[in-house]
């Protein structure tokens, strides 16, 4: 998990906390049910379901069939 801990999207995390939106997030190796006090969820169906926007670092297979909630940096699918 060191490498989450480093990334951009911990920044993003931080300014939503900051801003007091209401955020879940997917992180299915997180054994904690709580990430920055910000619910952690490990069932991505769930995520889904209960997601309106994703922020995505890249496109995944698994974001198949929700891509108009998907926002991200990896424009041409290929990062």
């Avoid at 480093?6 to 931080?14: E, N, P, T």
């Amino acid at each position: 998990m060191d490498n989450f801990k480093q990334s951009a999207s911990l920044d993003i995390i931080k300014c939503l906390k900051n801003l007091a939106i209401k955020s879940i997030i997917y992180a299915p190796a997180l054994k904690e049910s709580l990430f920055y006090n910000m619910e952690q969820i490990n069932d991505l169906e769930e995520f889904k379901r209960k997601s309106s926007v994703i922020l995505a670092n890249r496109i995944d297979p698994e974001l198949t069939g929700i891509f108009e909630k998907v926002y991200t940096r990896d424009l041409f699918i290929r990062d």
